[in-house]
């Protein structure tokens, strides 16, 4: 099962998504999550991955994992104002792969 969320400004439009989706391993589901450059430190994105950790949670995942880009914005500090540890990461130019725990 996955889980899709939308973010819409006030007028309507959509300035953020996400989803959750499974992977091949026991436990573990992607994250991708998508923000317009103008919301990328809204706290509204933060909120939108607290609700989509709490939906893996409910669908019985234990990580989330995903590949963000370090620059202009590290979406490492929405994962982390969101409450989620990273378990593991690795970066390479200027990408980094993470695992991030959900208990």
Known sequence: MDARLVLRAPDGRI????????????????????????????????????????????LGYRRLTTCVPRAPYDAMDSFRAAGLRTASSLSLGGVTEVTLELD
């Open 15 to 58: 300035v953020a998504a996400g989803i959750v989706e499974p992977t091949d391993i026991q436990g573990e589901a992607g994250v991708t999550v998508v923000v317009s450059s103008a919301y990328q430190h809204d706290p509204a994105v933060v909120n939108l991955i607290e609700t989509l950790a709490a939906r893996a949670r409910q």
